[in-house]
T-cell receptor, first 113, second 110 residues
């Protein structure tokens, strides 16, 4: 049981490049989330999904897009990377958020130069 | 929305010492978790503890839901315990996203 797996773990992008971060969970969880963590800012929600085929905006969605075509996968896309998107990105999943345990991936450290 | 506050913000211990970290939350919750973010940045699940007491080795946690607080106990601390400890509870909007406290940064000295 791998839990939540993020790919890649590290990446350096040039300004304007695009990339996709993959989050995969094998726990049959309904809810999935993408957060970013910046020094002094804590974890902020980018986008989330409450089930296969659904996505919704979080606190800081600008510059990102997401897709949840399969229940086990939640993709985060950066269409045109900016230095302000340099951060550590975490994916999380939970069966039901109000009364079950949430699990996080190991994080993706992204640097945009 | 729900607010989560942790204390102390930072803590320096000598190896072998014990410590207690506190988490207060502003509203009733059905879900309270403790995480350890290690120096490599990984978020490790420590406890899922909406109420009661749980123990895992040298760590234990107690949540008193009626009084809206949770405590994390670390006994016989080791240098590998260093890092940031977060508590978190789900909010009522945005898909029940986790609301994190600001964390307690723990440094254990040899």
């Amino acid at each position: 049981n791998a839990g939540v797996t993020q790919t890649p773990k590290f990446r350096v992008l040039k300004t304007g490049q695009s990339m996709t971060l993959l989050c995969a969970q094998d726990m049959n969880h309904e809810y999935m989330y993408w957060y970013r963590q910046d020094p002094g800012m804590g974890l902020r929600l980018i986008h989330y999904s409450v089930g296969e085929g659904t996505t919704a905006k979080g606190e800081v969605p600008d510059g990102y897009n997401v897709s949840r075509l399969k229940k086990q996968n939640f993709l985060l896309g950066l269409e045109s990377a900016a230095p302000s998107q340099t951060s550590v990105y975490f994916c999380a999943s939970v069966r039901f958020p109000m009364n079950t345990e949430a699990f996080f991936g190991q994080g993706t450290r992204l640097t945009v130069v | 929305g729900i607010q989560v506050e942790q204390s102390p913000p930072d803590l320096i211990l000598q190896e072998g010492a014990n410590s207690t970290l506190r988490c207060n939350f502003s509203d009733s919750v059905n879900n309270l978790q403790w995480f350890h973010q290690n120096p490599w940045g990984q978020l490790i699940n420590l406890f899922y503890i909406p109420s009661g007491t749980k123990q895992n080795g040298r760590l234990s946690a107690t949540t008193v839901a009626t009084e809206r607080y949770s405590l994390l106990y670390i006994s016989s601390s080791q240098t590998t315990d260093s890092g940031v400890y977060f508590c978190a509870a789900p909010g009522y909007n945005q898909g029940g996203k986790l609301i994190f406290g600001q964390g307690t940064e723990l440094s254990v000295k040899p």
